[in-house]
């Protein structure tokens, strides 16, 4: 007889009131990739994406899955409550299951610790025959050799934006406010070429992202990959370093390949400010050599920016924004310096007694400030970091970005515009 899966991506409704009219927002690719694993001769499987889906607590279900990360870690027992309330078991794993197994566990039948590959599959097959241990731990890196395609077809609505893939894991880098070295073996790996142009093929729409956190973590991988991938005449982006778009041809691979834009980490325009969080692999005085170098290959760039570095003082918004404007920067993802649950710098301000709150709620990078800012109020880091995206997504700033830039001209003007509607939603609502 087979068993009722619900299967839930989870999003509390502060971060998708912030989030909903951005253009470019593609599937978490977690809960559709663990589906593939399924045995559907045993577990009838339904998927909710809170993002654009209501979970509906009165259907019947054996188990829920949920996948959970900080800031949403609260939202998450909360809903494990309720099924649990019903008598419904319910598994969790995810980045802080994997930060904080012994908090999670109090909240949650089971608990998957780590990379899945493994420790999935063992889960199902343990729970259907009524075995299930209550934690499995990965003990090793998994291969990513062999893995299967994406459950997709399980992804409701969002046609364009549930081309999300994989083809790497891990970054070589160590920033301290990055938490991928407690969360993954701590190794970079790649996945065999010819299964993730499989992978790709599948994707019905003609634009799709990698989800890799360093798609040039391996530059001859990535060309090898790239000019397979150009034979598929489709468009994408992925996140990369700054440094490894030096390579200018490694970015006429990309070009042809169908990229249209990389996400980077600058982070900030302040060479002390990097050296603070260990991101001294950017170099502030070459990176408009670099992005002149983008723009050239026909590549935007998504600039990751975070404010509230100990070297930030409060004129470091409108000197971001002047510095955004002038390089012709085509789009920025903004965020609140976060120090995320056993990362470096996380230790380091909470033995400093800077942390404001214990509450994960506070911990999601966007809406709100986690910690005491040294040179500041945290609310007057909230406030100049609001001012900095109202500012950045102006129509002023936008054209003036796109005149330097004159890249993806169309596509920038949609994602900029979403960007703006987005913030404008944003504004009515006051979340410090």
């Known amino acids: 007889m087979r068993k009722n899966i619900l299967m839930i991506t989870p999003e509390n409704k502060e971060i998708n009131n912030f989030r909903k009219k951005q253009y470019n927002n593609f599937i978490q690719i977690t809960m559709p990739y663990l589906a593939a694993f399924i045995d559907e ?6 998927l909710v994406d809170e993002y654009n889906q209501d979970i509906e607590y009165d259907s019947k279900y054996d188990l829920v899955v949920i996948t959970v990360n900080t800031p949403n870690a609260i939202h998450c027992y909360n809903i494990s409550q309720k099924f649990r309330e019903q008598n419904v078991k319910v598994v969790m794993g995810g980045p802080h299951v994997t930060l904080l197994p012994n908090e999670a566990i109090e909240h949650c039948d089971y608990i998957i610790v780590g990379e899945a590959e493994e420790t999935w599959p063992q889960f199902l097959n343990d729970f259907y025959n009524n075995c299930a241990k209550k934690q499995y731990i990965c003990e090793d890196a998994p291969s990513l050799k ?19 893939v994989f083809a790497t894991r891990g ?16 190794s970079f790996r790649t996945r065999p070429i010819n299964e993730v142009i499989e992978d790709i093929k599948s994707i019905k729409s003609k634009y799709f992202v990698f989800w890799d956190d360093n798609f040039f973590g391996d530059i001859e991988y990535a060309k090898k990959l790239m000019t397979e991938l150009a034979k598929l005449k489709k468009k994408w982006a992925a996140q990369v370093t700054l440094e490894r778009c030096q390579d200018e041809e490694l970015l006429k691979i990309a070009k042809k390949s169908g990229c249209i834009y990389f996400f980077v980490g600058l982070e900030s325009f302040s060479q002390d400010g990097l050296a603070s969080v260990n991101k001294g692999i950017n170099n502030v005085s070459k990176y408009k050599s670099i992005i002149n170098l983008l723009h050239k290959n026909g590549i935007s760039i998504q600039a990751g920016i975070i404010f509230g570095l100990d070297t930030d003082k409060k004129d470091i918004f409108e000197k971001t924004l002047n510095a955004c404007n002038e390089l012709g920067v085509d789009g920025v993802t903004v965020s609140i310096l976060t120090p995320l649950p056993r990362t470096p710098i996380y230790e380091q301000m909470k033995s400093e007694g800077r942390l404001i709150s214990n509450k994960w709620t506070y911990y999601n990078g966007k809406t709100r400030v986690a910690f005491k800012p040294k040179n500041m109020t945290a609310g007057e880091l909230y406030d100049g970091y609001m001012w900095f995206r109202k500012e950045f997504y102006s129509i002023k ?6 005149s330097v830039s004159k890249t993806n001209l169309l596509y920038n003007f ?12 944003t504004n009515k609502k006051c979340y410090k």
């Open 171 to 186: 970054c070589p880098y160590k920033c301290s406010y990055c938490n991928l070295k407690q969360i993954y073996c701590d």
């Open 397 to 402: 700033s936008i054209f003036r970005r796109m």
């Open 41 to 46: 001769s045993k577990y009838n499987i339904t």
């Open 414 to 425: 949609v994602v900029n515009l979403g960007y703006k509607m987005s913030i404008l939603d």
């Open 146 to 164: 062999g893995i299967p395609i994406p459950r997709r077809d399980l992804v409701k609505g969002r046609y364009f934006t549930k081309g999300a």
